[in-house]
């Protein structure tokens, strides 16, 4: 069973700057395209980003421009660095595959507030 531990988030203003982290506790997790997503108060969770194997990487539109994936396969590690964060970036932040398939982690809070 792969564990997912989420890390980096915290409270930062307006136009600051976050990187989160994904540890996963297997190697089959690197097999597929890994992606972060993201769980506001009383909204689904969304899919943010995703990169594959490869390296090829995937925005929703909100975001584009601002942050970016990336996945070391060596460490079974997945990153998003967050820039120029806004208020609405503000949810719980998760790593997954891009099509999810394993249990999910706990999640990292991100909140963008002044």
């Known amino acids: 069973q792969v564990q997912l531990v989420e890390s980096g988030g915290g409270l930062v203003q307006p136009g600051g700057s976050l990187r989160l982290s994904c540890a996963a506790s297997?190697?089959?997790?690197?097999?597929?395209?890994s992606a972060w997503y993201r769980q506001a108060p009383g909204k689904q969770r969304e899919l943010v980003a995703s990169?594959?194997?490869?390296?090829?990487?995937n925005y929703v539109d909100s975001v584009k421009g601002r942050f970016t994936i990336s996945r070391d396969n060596a460490k079974k590690m997945v990153y998003l660095q967050m820039n120029s964060l806004k208020p609405e970036d503000t949810a719980v932040y998760y790593c997954?595959?891009?099509?999810?398939?394993?249990?999910w982690g706990q999640g990292t809070q991100v909140t963008v507030s002044s």
């Open positions: 990169v594959t194997s490869g390296g090829g990487t």
């Open positions: 997954n595959a891009a099509t999810p398939r394993f249990a």
């Open positions: 297997g190697s089959i997790f690197m097999i597929y395209a």
